[in-house]
């Protein structure tokens, strides 16, 4: 385990957020795409 | 041209037409904002410049969505997009109504204002000189967010989103015109970014403003 | 063969099939390295350990002022060209554009708090970001204001180029403004500079990699943007028949 000091709660809160953010956007992303496809691929099986 | 300023100017004036509003609402943020920060002399001359600006601002987006609104309603937007005189002109006279029925009162009152808030009496000169100078391109910014949002029905909120952040650079160096008055200091440079900032807005926004109208009036 | 073919929707779908998986796995393989890389730094002789918020923060800064360029680019294209897939790909852009902001700030807050002793600071460049991020609020809030796809795309590009020349001029406005305020005190964020190679190389592993992930996110996002449009327009197609 690396030792990060004092600092240690400084450093690891802006991973935890900087990842959450981004882990959040690429969610998001993903799942609208997921979305999109499914409504595309449902409407064309209707038609 | 004239014509549409008159007129503009009249459907202002008339019952209803909202004039005199953004001044209300100035004279009611001037009078609230020593209650925010206290009474003392001290405490209030210090932040008068900025609180003045901001009142400023905050006045002028109260009546922005009017500039195109109501023509946009009763259908004489689009009259006027297919009239003889080019789209830019008319975004440029509906601004200079804005600014002739919100701006120049703003102007007028100022001084009013900056006496409730402590404003030493050596600055009014540079308060009203940069407002002046800076509330023409408030009105041209705002008739681009008005142009831009025209067709919207709830487009008041999305206005001033857009609005205030260009907003920006008039406010900082007006604010900081009227700061430097209040001290004694040279404002030469203030005041030339102040008025290069204005030339811009209203050489480049009207042509903006059109083109955003024209894509609203499709 | 040239580049404007891939403003056809159908040619970029299948090009972007393809390319993708790559986008994804080199994207994760970069940012995923540059950041546990990055964590495995020394410890600064001043800094201490929170040096290593370097490898965040200034990948997402650097991101959040290029994505703003690409989508004034993209507008451009849309305005001049009027090549749908280029108007989308702005619109895809710009919650990446606000989220790399976000990310610029945040981090920037928490090294602030035990370095500078304060969250925030109006420092000129701590400013230009936050209206940055306001710009970038501005414009998503427009597009989804806006029913009809083409007028939002011509209004959102034009709010993108007069926000582009006010987002520079509030730059260099705020910088006088800072000056103006206080004289000498400002706290830099320069960290590119006089920065050993230890720090240097995962920094530089990190910004390819978030330039990466950007691209990877920008297609996912401009692909469900494009399905959207298709689904829209069969529908479309039915109701009339």
Redesign the interface.
């Known amino acids: 385990m690396i030792d990060l000091g004092r600092y240690a709660g400084t450093v690891l809160a802006a991973y935890g957020v900087s990842l959450l953010l981004l882990v959040g956007l690429i969610w998001h992303s993903v799942a609208a795409n997921a979305r999109a496809r499914r409504n595309l691929e449902r409407h064309k099986t209707d038609a | 041209m004239i014509a549409l300023l008159l007129r503009d100017l009249r459907l202002a004036t008339r019952a209803g037409g909202g004039f005199g509003l953004g001044v209300a609402f100035f004279l009611i943020l001037s009078a609230l904002v020593p209650f925010g920060i206290g009474p003392d002399r001290g405490a209030l001359a210090p932040v008068a410049p900025g609180i003045l600006w901001v009142g400023a601002l905050l006045s002028c987006l109260l009546s922005l969505d009017r500039i195109f609104a109501l023509d946009h309603e009763d259908g004489s937007l689009d009259l006027l997009a297919t009239a003889p005189m080019p789209l830019e002109g008319t975004v440029a006279v509906k601004a200079l109504a804005h600014w002739i029925t919100t701006g120049l009162p703003l102007i007028l009152a100022a001084p009013v204002f900056a006496i409730l808030l402590q404003l030493p009496t050596r600055a009014m000169p540079m308060l009203i000189l940069s407002l002046l100078i800076g509330t023409p391109a408030l009105s041209m910014l705002g008739a ?1 967010g008005a142009a ?2 025209v ?2 029905r ?2 008041g909120l ?1 206005l001033s ?2 609005v ?3 907003y ?2 008039t406010l ?2 007006g604010a ?1 015109i009227t ?2 008055g209040a001290e004694s200091l040279p404002v030469t ?2 005041l030339v ?1 102040l008025g290069g ?1 204005t030339l ?1 807005v209203l050489a ?2 009207p042509f ?1 403003a059109a ?2 109208l024209r ?2 009036l ?1 | 063969m040239s580049l404007w073919e891939y403003a056809n929707p159908a040619k970029f779908m299948r090009t972007t099939d393809r390319v993708l998986p790559w986008l994804v796995v080199s994207a994760a393989i970069c940012v995923t390295g540059g950041l546990v890389w990055g964590f495995l730094t020394p410890d600064d002789y001043r800094q201490g350990s929170t040096v290593k918020i370097v490898f965040l923060h200034v990948p997402a800064a650097l991101m959040a002022i290029n994505i703003w360029v690409m989508m004034l680019v993209a507008s451009l294209i849309w305005i001049i060209r009027r090549h749908h897939v280029s108007a989308l790909a702005a619109k895809a852009a710009a919650p990446i554009g606000a989220v790399m902001t976000l990310i610029a700030l945040i981090t920037g807050a928490i090294w602030g708090q035990p370095m500078w002793g304060t969250w925030w600071e109006w420092d000129p460049r701590l400013t230009s970001f936050l209206i940055l991020f306001l710009f970038y609020v501005g414009y998503i809030a427009l597009w989804s204001a806006i029913e009809d796809p083409d007028s939002a795309a011509d209004l959102t590009g034009v709010v993108c180029l007069v926000g582009s020349v006010f987002a520079l001029l509030s730059r260099y406005a705020v910088l006088f403004w800072n000056q103006g305020l206080h004289q000498g005190a400002s706290l830099s964020v320069q960290s590119g500079e006089r920065m050993a190679a230890t720090y240097r190389h995962p920094l530089y592993l990190s910004m390819i990699g978030f330039g990466l992930l950007f691209l990877a996110l920008v297609v996912i996002r401009t692909r469900t943007e494009i399905r959207k449009r298709r689904l829209a327009a069969l529908q479309a197609q039915e109701a009339r028949a």
């Open positions: 681009f831009v949002t067709g919207l709830r487009g999305l989103l857009l205030l952040p260009l920006i650079p900082i160096f900081e700061r430097r440079t203030p970014f900032v811009l480049l926004i903006a083109a955003a894509v609203n499709r």
